[in-house]
C-alpha cells in the first residue's frame, strides 16, 4: 500500500514535469504522457487524413510527406531505437494519433506527426492566423480558429522538451527524474534568440512561394540532416603552432551563430565530431567531441526516499548563441623529427549517434554522420609565435 502510494507519487511528479501546451479550452499535446486526441474530423476534410488536407494544400503536404514528421514513426534511425525500449512514452510522440495501446498501425503509422496531429481539435482548424496557406480561394472550406501561440515557440516545446521517463522497462522500477531527455525549448529559452523574439518557427518554417504566388509557411522542419542548415550552426576557427621540433600544438574554438538552441540539439545521442591531424596522416586524427552525457546515480531525493536519478554527467556541446564563451580547446599532435608537417587539416562533422551505437544498429557512414565544414590551418613557426605575444 505504502509502496503504491510512494510509487504513485513518483509517477505524478515526473509526469508533472512536462509541459502541456494548452489553448484556452483544449491541450493540445501531451508529450510522452497520452496519445493526441484529435477528436472529430473537421467539415469538409474528408477523413482527416493528411492525405485529404493535400486535395487543396498541395505545396506544403509535398514538404511534409518527405519530413521526418510525416516519418516520425517509421523512420529507421527511431525504428532501431524503439526495439530497444518498445515503451508507450515513444509511441505517444513518434506516432501520437495511435490510441489502441499497441504497435500502430495504418495512418497512425504511416502519417506520424500529421497534419491533424498538430492543426486539428473537434472539428476545428486551428493555425497562427499570420499565413493563409498554400491553398486556391481565399475562403476556408472549413472551421478555422486562429491562436497566436501557433506562431510562437511554446508550440513546438509540447513535443520538443520533456524528461527521462520514470519507467524504463515495462513493469520495471520507477525512476525518479527531472533531467531533460531533449531540451530543445528550454535551450531557447536561454538563448539570445528569444530574448530578440526569434521563435522555431522563423528559422525552421522559413516563407515559401508556391507556383500560384501564394505564401505559405515551409513544413519540410529540415534539421541536423540539412548540409544548409548545418552550415548556419556554427563558425570553425582552427590555429597552429609548431612546438619544439617535434610536436604542433592546434587551438580550435566553435562559435555559434545561426542556431536557436545548443548545437547539437534533440535527441540525447546527437553528437558532433571535430577531428585534425597533420599533412595527410589522417590515421593519426585527434577527436574533440561535442555532446551530453548521463549516469544513473543512487540518491537520496529531496523527499527523503532512495533511489536512481538520471543526472548529466557532462555537456560539451556548442553552446545556445548569447550563453557565453565558444567552445576551445587545445591538443597537441606528435611528428617524427626531421618531418615537419606543412598543414594542420581538420573536419567538422554531425553524427546522429556516437560511431559503436551506429555500427552495432547496422548503419554505414552516409547514414549517420555528415559534414559541416572543413579546411586547413598553416603552421606557424614557434618563433612567430613569440613575436605575436611579444609586445
Ligand atoms: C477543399 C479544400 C481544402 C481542404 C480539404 C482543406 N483545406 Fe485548409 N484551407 C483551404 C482554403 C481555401 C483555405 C484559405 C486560404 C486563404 O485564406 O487564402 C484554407 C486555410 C487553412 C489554414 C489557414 C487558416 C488561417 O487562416 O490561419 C490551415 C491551417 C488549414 N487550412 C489547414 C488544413 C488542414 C490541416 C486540412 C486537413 C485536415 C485542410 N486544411 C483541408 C482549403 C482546404
Ligand atoms: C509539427 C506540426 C505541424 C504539422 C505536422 C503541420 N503543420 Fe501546418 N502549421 C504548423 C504551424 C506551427 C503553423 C503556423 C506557423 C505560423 O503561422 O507561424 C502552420 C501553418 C499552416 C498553414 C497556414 C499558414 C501558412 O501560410 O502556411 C496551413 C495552411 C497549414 N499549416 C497546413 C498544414 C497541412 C495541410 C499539413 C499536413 C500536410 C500541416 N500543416 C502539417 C504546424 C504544423
Ligand atoms: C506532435 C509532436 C510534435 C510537434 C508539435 C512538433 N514536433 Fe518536431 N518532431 C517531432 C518528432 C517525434 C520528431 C522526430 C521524428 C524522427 O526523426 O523520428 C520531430 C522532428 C523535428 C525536426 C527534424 C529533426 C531532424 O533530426 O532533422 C525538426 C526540425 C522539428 N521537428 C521542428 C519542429 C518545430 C519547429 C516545431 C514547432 C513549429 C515542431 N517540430 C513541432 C514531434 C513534434
Ligand atoms: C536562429 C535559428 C533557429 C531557431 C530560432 C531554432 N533553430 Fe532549430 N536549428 C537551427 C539550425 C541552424 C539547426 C542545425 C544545427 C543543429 O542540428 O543544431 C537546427 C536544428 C534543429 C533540430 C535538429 C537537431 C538534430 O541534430 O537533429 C531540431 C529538432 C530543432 N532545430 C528544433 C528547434 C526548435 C524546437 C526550436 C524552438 C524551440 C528551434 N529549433 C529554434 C536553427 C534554429
Ligand atoms: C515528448 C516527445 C517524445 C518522446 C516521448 C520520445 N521522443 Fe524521440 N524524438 C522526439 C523529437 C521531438 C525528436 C527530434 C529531435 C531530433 O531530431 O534531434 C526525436 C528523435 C528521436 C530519435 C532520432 C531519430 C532520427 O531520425 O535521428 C530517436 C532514435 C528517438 N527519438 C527515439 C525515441 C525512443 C526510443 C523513445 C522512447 C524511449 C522516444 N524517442 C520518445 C520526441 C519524443
Known amino acids: ?34 496519445p493526441i486526441r484529435v477528436g472529430r474530423p473537421a467539415p469538409n476534410t474528408g477523413h482527416g487524413a493528411s492525405e485529404d488536407c493535400a486535395a487543396c494544400h498541395r505545396e506544403i503536404a509535398r514538404e ?20 530497444i525500449e518498445p515503451m ?14 499497441r504497435t500502430p498501425r495504418g495512418l497512425a503509422a504511416v502519417e506520424g506527426v500529421s497534419c491533424s496531429a498538430c492543426h486539428v481539435r473537434d472539428g476545428v482548424v486551428l493555425s497562427s492566423g499570420a499565413g493563409r496557406g498554400d491553398a486556391a480561394g481565399t475562403i476556408a472550406p472549413h472551421p478555422v480558429r486562429a491562436d497566436a501561440r501557433f506562431g510562437r515557440s511554446e508550440y513546438c516545446a509540447g513535443c520538443h522538451q520533456f524528461n527521462f521517463p520514470a519507467e524504463r522497462t515495462p513493469g ?27 521563435q522555431c518557427q522563423d528559422c525552421h518554417m522559413p516563407w515559401r512561394t508556391a507556383a500560384d504566388g501564394t505564401r505559405y509557411r515551409s513544413h519540410a522542419f529540415v534539421g541536423g540532416r540539412d548540409p544548409s542548415l ?9 590555429t597552429a603552432i609548431a612546438v619544439g621540433d ?6 580550435v574554438r566553435v562559435t555559434p551563430t545561426d542556431v536557436g538552441h545548443a548545437f547539437p540539439t534533440g535527441d540525447l545521442f546527437r553528437r558532433l565530431e571535430l577531428s585534425v591531424w597533420l599533412d595527410d596522416d589522417a590515421s593519426r586524427k585527434r577527436i574533440v567531441a561535442f555532446a551530453r552525457s548521463f549516469a544513473d546515480q543512487f540518491e537520496r531525493r529531496p523527499d527523503g526516499t532512495t533511489g536512481f536519478v538520471r543526472r548529466q554527467v557532462s555537456d560539451s556541446r556548442v553552446q ?23 598543414v594542420v587539416r581538420w573536419k567538422f562533422e554531425h553524427l546522429l549517434m ?38
Open 246 to 251: 617535434d610536436r604542433v600544438s592546434v587551438s
Open 354 to 391: 556516437p560511431s559503436p551505437q551506429a555500427a552495432s544498429q547496422g548503419f554505414g557512414a552516409a547514414q549517420y554522420r555528415a559534414t559541416i565544414s572543413e579546411g586547413q590551418a598553416a603552421i606557424a613557426p614557434i618563433t612567430a609565435a613569440i613575436s605575436v605575444n611579444t609586445p
Open 64 to 83: 511534409w510527406a518527405a519530413s521526418l514528421h510525416k516519418h516520425a514513426w517509421t523512420d529507421e534511425v527511431f525504428q532501431r531505437a524503439y526495439e
Open 230 to 238: 548545418l552550415a548556419r550552426s556554427s563558425r570553425v576557427e582552427v
Open 172 to 198: 520495471g522500477p520507477l525512476f525518479d527524474t527531472h533531467m531533460p531527455m531533449q531540451d530543445t525549448f528550454g535551450e531557447w529559452q536561454r538563448s539570445a534568440h528569444a530574448a530578440r523574439g526569434t
Open 88 to 101: 508507450a512514452f515513444c509511441r505517444n510522440c513518434h506516432a501520437p494519433l495511435a490510441t489502441n495501446g
Open 1 to 34: 500500500m505504502a509502496l503504491c502510494a510512494t510509487l504513485g507519487a513518483l509517477r505524478r511528479d515526473a509526469v508533472g514535469q512536462r509541459r502541456a501546451v494548452t489553448t484556452a479550452s483544449l491541450v493540445l499535446f501531451r508529450g510522452g504522457d497520452a
Open 320 to 342: 545556445p548563441p548569447g550563453t557565453g564563451a565558444p567552445r576551445e580547446s587545445r591538443l597537441v599532435l606528435a611528428f617524427e623529427r626531421g618531418r615537419a608537417p606543412r
